[in-house]
């Protein structure tokens, strides 16, 4: 079913590659581990203007990647995770910017990760894969950014994982970004939100496949898919998940009921699990977790949250979503305050939806419009030079 | 648009503003244009913070009775309850906040006390339903309606000073038009400047 918004698309586009961070010269990671060379998957749409100033960088998600608009080929059956909002005339608006998305390193879609080749053993890292944080993220990024020739971003943006992404460029470089979307995110995970990462992390350790993270082609299937399944549950509000199945039943009639039989939620729930294993590695899966676990700027900034933004010099716009319990609104609400306190232009709304946490993947005029509108107030006064 | 022309008339230029309920943004454009200045927006509904996003405001989404506690004192050179402070959980709390957050505050709302309300009541003995008032008690945001006089003796009470008072009456054209004589009685409505 084409959406709204897919009739205007970037059309066919092509993943690139950038490898950096060459020993000896490693990126030096928060832990203080170093890593190299590092490659990093990405897309762009949208030409950089002469004055390098329209660019847009986009963050995904703990299970996206670099192909966040457009199809690979003609015949491809989904469009790139945020199609809705990226391409001409849309939110994203590659006609006027120029959109830039990369895989976090970590990350198995492209970019350097725990299932890529350790170039000291010539196997693939697995656990030997240094623990890799959302600032060690956005630091590679910062080298994509950089070899791009861009030195100041129009805009940084992203939903839930995305969103500490956004955040995190906005402290990390503030030179570096004009303004910052953060959609559905948190400047700290919940204890709710992390038991539901431990859950989906315990069904890989306990995959028998999975085998200390040293599996090769007889992945953790059951125990990825599984995790998956935990976190479709996350994504979704009590109410749309009503809607979409209610208590259907997938076929059978009450009298051929058995404990195999399935109820309509059952089977979508098994469906994307399965769907997932084909594009994703369990051990980043694993890796992607925790760093979302660990990201916490309050504790970076000595407990006071308003601190972490003392140095933004960008322009922000928050949106949190009213049915969204994995990411709630009082999340976003608190950076909203700390942002306020520290007297950064802010932005605030939170969309009333029936969607939960999905509803930032999901085509929504409101949000669209939101987006667009901030984007388009932030490139004018580039040209202006004004402070609001 | 009430009592938009005395507001703009009040804000010297380039001054930091904060309109508390500023619904689709179109006084603080005003503002911008008029008078330079560097405003901001808090606004209850997602439709007004959309409008405004949509003028180039920067504006969120809060109820005024909960987010003003974080800004640091002064943070602004005027705080505006623009027909707003009628509509509040908690007016004095509204008032002590942005007293500590502006340094002066523009303070308007329809005027209990105006004759034609005050006869409404008297002859009618039911709510007044008018221009000013256009609700039925059961449908109204106004829950906290309150005259001129009573925002006096709330001055006192509260200990907080007032700057300026343009009590007034809307014209025909919409025009703000200020009501000198005995304004609790005769004004529509209120416009008081006030400081700590």
């Given at each position: 079913m084409k959406t709204f918004n897919e009739i205007k698309t970037v059309g066919i586009v092509k993943t690139k590659f950038f490898t950096f961070a060459d020993p000896p010269e490693e990126m030096i990671l928060e832990s203080g581990e170093r890593l190299g060379p590092i490659t990093l998957a990405y897309e762009t749409y949208g030409t950089l203007n002469s004055e390098k100033n329209n660019a847009i960088l986009i963050e995904h998600a703990l299970s996206g990647s670099a192909h966040a608009a457009g199809r690979h080929h003609p015949d491809d059956k989904y469009p790139g995770w945020w199609d809705a909002y990226i391409g001409p005339g849309k939110a994203f608006d590659t006609d006027k910017y120029f959109v830039i998305c990369s895989n976090v390193i970590g990350g198995c879609s492209g970019s350097t990760g725990p299932a890529s080749i350790n170039p000291f053993t010539g196997r693939t890292y697995a656990l030997d894969f240094p623990m890799v944080t959302i600032k060690d993220m956005v630091n590679a990024q910062f080298h994509l950014v950089n070899h791009l020739g861009i030195k100041k971003l129009l805009a940084v943006a992203g939903g839930s994982m995305g969103g500490m992404q956004a955040l995190q460029w906005s402290v990390s470089y503030p030179h570096m970004v004009n303004s910052c979307i953060a959609?559905?995110?948190?400047?700290?995970?919940?204890?709710?939100?992390?038991?539901?990462?431990?859950?989906?992390?315990?069904?890989?350790?306990?995959?028998?496949?999975?085998?200390?993270?040293?599996?090769?082609?007889?992945?953790?299937?059951?125990?990825?898919?599984?995790?998956?399944?935990?976190?479709?549950?996350?994504?979704?509000?009590?109410?749309?998940?009503?809607?979409?199945?209610?208590?259907?039943?997938?076929?059978?009639?009450?009298?051929?009921?058995?404990?195999?039989?399935?109820?309509?939620?059952?089977?979508?729930?098994?469906?994307?699990?399965?769907?997932?294993?084909?594009?994703?590695?369990?051990?980043?899966?694993?890796?992607?977790?925790?760093?979302?676990?660990?990201?916490?700027?309050?504790?970076?900034?000595?407990?006071?949250?308003?601190?972490?933004?003392?140095?933004?010099?960008?322009?922000?716009?928050?949106?949190?979503?009213?049915?969204?319990?994995?990411?709630?609104?009082?999340?976003?609400?608190?950076?909203?305050?700390?942002?306020?306190?520290?007297?950064?232009?802010?932005?605030?709304?939170?969309?009333?939806?029936?969607?939960?946490?999905?509803?930032?993947?999901?085509?929504?005029?409101?949000?669209?419009?939101?987006?667009?509108?901030?984007?388009?107030?932030?490139?004018?006064?580039?040209?202006?030079?004004?402070?609001? | 648009m009430i009592g938009y022309d005395l507001v703009i008339e009040e804000i010297p230029e380039k001054t930091k503003v904060l309109d508390l309920g500023c619904g689709d943004g179109v006084l603080l454009e005003m503002l911008q244009e008029s008078k330079k200045v560097k405003g901001y927006g808090v606004e209850i509904s997602e439709e007004g913070v959309s409008l405004c996003m949509e003028k180039g405001l920067y504006c969120y989404q809060a109820d005024i009775d909960e987010g003003l506690t974080d800004y640091r004192k002064n943070s602004f050179d005027y705080v505006i309850l623009n027909q707003t402070i009628q509509n509040t959980k908690r007016p004095d709390y509204v008032i002590k906040e942005v007293l500590r957050i502006g340094k002066k505050v523009i303070i308007s709302f329809p005027n209990f006390g105006y004759f034609q309300t005050r006869l409404h009541l008297l002859c009618r003995g039911t709510m007044p339903v008018n221009d000013l008032l256009p609700y039925q008690w059961y449908d109204s945001p106004n829950i906290h309606l309150l005259t001129i006089k009573d925002m006096k003796i709330m001055a006192k009470e509260f200990n907080f000073k007032i700057l300026k008072e343009w009590h007034f009456n809307l014209g025909q054209d919409k025009k703000s038009k200020i009501t000198r004589v005995n304004p609790n009685l005769f004004a529509q409505y209120g416009f008081f400047v006030i400081c700590q």
């Open positions: 959609i559905a995110t948190s400047a700290h995970l919940s204890a709710q939100g992390i038991a539901f990462n431990e859950v989906a992390r315990q069904a890989i350790f306990n995959d028998p496949r999975w085998n200390g993270g040293n599996y090769g082609r007889e992945v953790p299937a059951e125990g990825l898919s599984l995790a998956r399944m935990i976190g479709h549950i996350t994504y979704l509000s009590e109410k749309h998940m009503h809607e979409k199945f209610g208590r259907n039943f997938q076929e059978a009639s009450k009298a051929s009921r058995n404990i195999n039989s399935e109820f309509t939620v059952e089977s979508y729930l098994h469906y994307q699990g399965i769907k997932f294993v084909e594009r994703f590695d369990a051990n980043s899966y694993v890796y992607i977790t925790r760093a979302i676990d660990y990201f916490d700027l309050q504790e970076d900034y000595g407990g006071t949250l308003a601190n972490a933004f003392d140095n933004a010099e960008a322009n922000y716009l928050v949106i949190s979503f009213t049915t969204d319990w994995l990411y709630p609104s009082d999340s976003s609400k608190e950076i909203v305050k700390a942002l306020r306190v520290s007297g950064k232009n802010v932005n605030y709304i939170d969309i009333v939806t029936d969607n939960g946490h999905d509803a930032f993947l999901l085509p929504a005029e409101i949000l669209e419009k939101n987006i667009s509108n901030f984007l388009k107030s932030e490139f004018a006064r580039l040209g202006k030079n004004e402070e609001v | -």
